[in-house]
């Protein structure tokens, strides 16, 4: 560390649990965070104005102005021009800390490019907002040994839990099956900013102390709280499952890309999600997004607009986006109004 460093991380350094040492251990140490949205822009810039010297960025999406009012490193710049998430939070980075090595993947997570981002983190933070990616970064980070943090938020209700293999539960020991159905998610039962903080602040006080050289000090517990109606919980993770199929029976079948809900070009400009998993109420869905746009649904099917997209939803969980042909963009609007 040189006599800059010394000085600009004096007041971490100062606190008994970092000390020198583990400033140093920050500074050596590589990120991985998966999703730069909401909870993903935070840790981002936590990590990157604690020093972790290097950082790798993945995310599908685009700023858009609807994701300002939540996702700290985005400006209205942004949003104007449509830039990727991972791009301009990169460039946002750099300016906050020019010392970090920032690397950023505009890509969606997958199991074909899980090794290319994911491999070589000493931490892998979650802001992801879909149970699919979260199994597959489970099963990655399982496999390799690497510690993990899931978070998760919605309306004014948020969870996080930290998993560190061979000593933890994983998510699977918890979930051992993504939950069913839609799920609630920001787009439709709205987020308040003041929970996704809270949330990616306990996800990264955890990457912290694993980052430093103190895995010890983390908790295997499970966080629950709500920032409107109050209240903070803490629970004892359950132990691991012996039957867990991760890390009890060492399978791993979310690295299998064909574990994935696969996705057809239907035409030119539609593209099909094909999600045999769950069983939707077309009925509950009409309601929850009929505040969100024009939607028609009868017993076959729901018809969605989400202008310049159209998706079509059907009871079975299947979607079909007209609009686009790219399996990324079909994705990333699967998981925001479904879960
Ligand atoms: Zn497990």
């Not at 400033?23 to 998966?34: P, R, T, Y």
């Not at 020019?98 to 931490?123: I, K, Q």
């Not at 996800?203 to 109606?229: C, F, Y």
């Amino acid at each position: 560390m040189n006599a800059a460093e010394r000085e600009r991380y004096s007041r971490q350094i100062l606190f008994a649990g970092i000390g020198e040492r583990g400033q140093e251990a920050l500074l050596a140490s590589h990120a991985v965070v998966a999703g730069c949205g909401a909870l993903g822009s935070f840790h981002a810039a936590a990590l990157a104005r604690a020093g972790v010297g290097r950082l790798t960025l993945i995310d599908r999406d685009y700023v858009e102005p609807a994701n300002l009012h939540r996702q700290w490193l985005f400006e209205e710049s942004d949003a104007a021009e449509a830039l990727p998430k991972a791009a301009a939070a990169a460039r946002r980075l750099r300016a906050i800390n020019s010392g970090v090595e920032v690397r950023a993947a505009v890509a969606d997570l997958t199991a074909a490019n899980a090794e290319e981002v994911l491999g070589g983190a000493d931490v892998i933070l979650d802001g992801t907002d879909n149970f699919e990616t979260r199994f597959l970064i489970n099963d990655f980070a399982v496999s390799r040994g690497i510690p993990w943090i899931y978070g998760a938020a919605v309306g004014s209700y948020g969870i996080a839990m930290p998993v560190i293999p061979r000593r933890t539960a994983c998510l699977r020991c918890v979930y051992p099956e993504p939950p069913g159905g839609a799920q609630p998610t920001c787009e439709t039962a709205g987020i308040l900013n003041a929970v996704v903080s809270a949330v990616a602040s306990l996800q990264v006080a955890d990457a912290l102390k694993i980052l430093s050289g103190n895995a010890g000090a983390v908790q295997a517990r499970i966080t629950t709280l709500d920032v409107w109606e109050g209240g903070i919980r803490q629970i004892e993770a359950p132990p691991r499952d012996a039957a867990c199929p991760a890390c009890g029976l060492g399978e791993f079948p979310y690295l299998e890309e064909s574990a994935r809900a696969p996705v057809t070009l239907c035409g030119r400009n539609a593209v099909q999600v094909h999600e045999s998993e769950r069983t939707l109420d077309l009925a509950v869905l009409e309601q929850r997004l009929a505040p969100l746009g024009e939607v028609r649904a009868n017993e076959f099917a729901l018809r969605f607009a989400v202008p310049p997209y159209e998706m079509t939803i059907f009871p079975d969980g299947r979607a079909i986006v007209k609009g686009t042909a790219d399996a990324a963009i079909a994705r990333s609007l699967y998981a925001k109004y479904l879960g």
